[in-house]
């Protein structure tokens, strides 16, 4: 398969049998496989083994390539996150970590279980009247068990980004993307000095997160898997690609999954009532919530322009979602500045 982002290696057939092997022992072949689509960090194939199950293969970037500072590290940190959820939070469904290892030649690769379904993204491109409402309410109460495991810091793990408290965390993970910007050459629409002016005025809502609760972050249609019930409904299945954890503000989960859109402005939305049914506390999104949810949003929208070059992309080659990104960070600056 030819690598579709820069950090993604091209894999063949022959190199997940070797993978195969190198996982399970030299007795576990592979009858057959292929690439998953739809990510831009890892590469990612299906298997099915001789003995029946189907796994997915993960590649981690290999050693040398060139990624962003919270990227360092992400294939050991979904091995960890996974078997958190599975001990602390096991109403969640993620998948089960199969094998977690490293090789000279491939570096490092995670194998888990192969879950049913298929993402919401997926389901939606393929087209008809499918009504995803139960699988959101689906995801909202999913969250709000996995937000009730609670961390000793705020931040990444793994020696990344983070911070005894949610405002110094926040703050790191923004000013590594910044850094990031600079080494990658992303013209922002946002200095340095006005983002951390914004910071600065907006402290105290920051402040207001206390506890460090677990965070997914990535839960935007394409890492949602779901499939029909009995009655045809369809229903959550699978939460994936949970490389990209952290500790935090359980608000911060509520942004991928209504990507470019505005959670509070539909309270009736299914993912939140799905939320609120499951969550121990009320969700109040008030004033001071929706002044972090736009530092949310706006975190994201900076993540996913600063990335373009380390995925190919610049803002000459893909100038509509260049644009579209800084139309949408200049929305949530706007609406801090005059917040």
């Not at 040398?64 to 050991?76: D, H, K, M, Q, V």
């Not at 935007?220 to 690609?241: E, S, T």
Request: a negative charge; hydrophobic letters at 45%; proline letters at 7%.
């Amino acid at each position: 398969m030819t690598a579709v982002s820069p950090t993604q290696q091209s894999l063949t057939s022959a190199d997940v049998a070797y993978l195969v092997g190198a996982s399970f022992g030299p007795g576990a072949g592979v009858r057959d496989a292929g690439p998953l689509t739809g990510g831009g960090y890892a590469t990612v194939w299906w298997a099915l083994l001789d003995d029946g199950r189907r796994v997915v293969l993960k590649l981690a970037p290999s050693a040398e390539t060139p990624l962003l500072r919270y990227e360092r590290g992400l294939c050991a940190a979904e091995d960890r996150y996974f078997r958190l959820v599975a001990e602390r939070a096991p109403q969640v469904p993620v998948p089960a970590v199969l094998w977690h290892g490293t090789d000279p030649a491939y570096g490092e690769w995670l194998v888990t279980e192969l879950l049913p379904g298929r993402s919401l993204f997926d389901l939606a491109e393929a087209g008809g009247a499918v009504d995803d409402g139960p699988a959101r309410y689906d995801l909202g109460v999913a969250l709000a068990a996995l937000h009730q495991v609670t961390g000793d810091r705020f931040g990444y793990d793994g020696g990344r980004a983070s911070g005894a408290t949610w405002r110094a965390a926040f703050t790191a993970m923004l000013d590594e993307l910044l850094a990031d910007a600079a080494d990658w050459d992303v013209r922002l629409p946002v200095t340095p000095q006005r983002l951390h002016e914004l910071l600065g005025r907006h402290a105290d809502v920051l402040d207001e997160v206390r506890r460090p609760a677990l965070l997914h972050f990535d839960c935007w249609d394409g890492n949602v898997l779901a499939a029909p019930d009995g009655d045809g409904r369809l229903r959550l299945c699978g939460l994936v690609d949970g490389e990209r954890f952290l500790y935090g503000d359980p608000l911060l989960d509520l942004v991928s999954p209504r990507l470019f859109q505005r959670v509070e402005d539909d309270p009736e939305h299914p993912l939140l009532r799905g939320y609120q049914a499951a969550a121990p506390r009320p969700l109040v999104l008030d004033a001071s919530a929706r002044r972090r949810l736009a530092f949310y949003r706006l975190h994201l929208y900076l993540l996913m322009t600063v990335e373009m070059p380390s995925r190919g992309m610049t803002a000459q080659s893909h100038p509509g979602r260049y644009a579209q990104l800084a139309a949408l960070l200049d929305e949530e600056i706007a609406a801090l500045a005059s917040g």
